[in-house]
Nanobody
Framework: QLQLVESGGGLVQAGGSLRLSCVAS????????MGWFRQAPGKEREFVAA????????YYAGSVKGRFTSSRDNAKSQVVLQMNSLKPEDTAVYYC????????????????WGQGTQVTVSS
């Protein structure tokens, strides 16, 4: 069982920055790839970013590459998503997840989800 708690969302103007955090419970955090997905109103949930167990492999969706940065602290069971140069189209609920696998630059979600954190970017 894995429990995930996200925080750090909010309202920001276009061009601004936000830092999302996800803290996981469970002893196996350091052995899991961890990632972020998002869901905008009326759209399906989509992959955003993921980071491998030791932080060596990092994956980004094309729409966020160069603007978002993923990092992790295994000692704190924490994964962070630093979001810069935010755009209105980044508005969504952001969810933490431990992807089952990644192929190329896309990762596929497991069944474990946090409650999500709302990110709203105004134009």
């Amino acid at each position: 069982q894995l429990q995930l708690v996200e925080s750090g969302g909010g309202l920001v103007q276009a061009g601004g920055s936000l830092r999302l955090s996800c803290v996981a419970s469970g002893r196996t955090f350091s052995s899991r790839t961890m990632g972020w997905f998002r869901q905008a109103p009326g759209k399906e949930r989509e992959f955003v970013a993921a980071i491998g167990r030791s932080g060596d492999n990092i994956y980004y969706a094309g729409s966020v590459k160069g603007r978002f940065t993923s990092s992790r602290d295994n000692a704190k069971s924490q994964v962070v998503l630093q979001m810069n140069s935010l755009k209105p189209e980044d508005t969504a609920v952001y969810y933490c997840n431990d992807p089952k696998y990644c192929i190329g630059q896309v990762c596929y979600a497991s069944r474990y989800w946090g409650q999500g954190t709302q990110v709203t970017v105004s134009s």
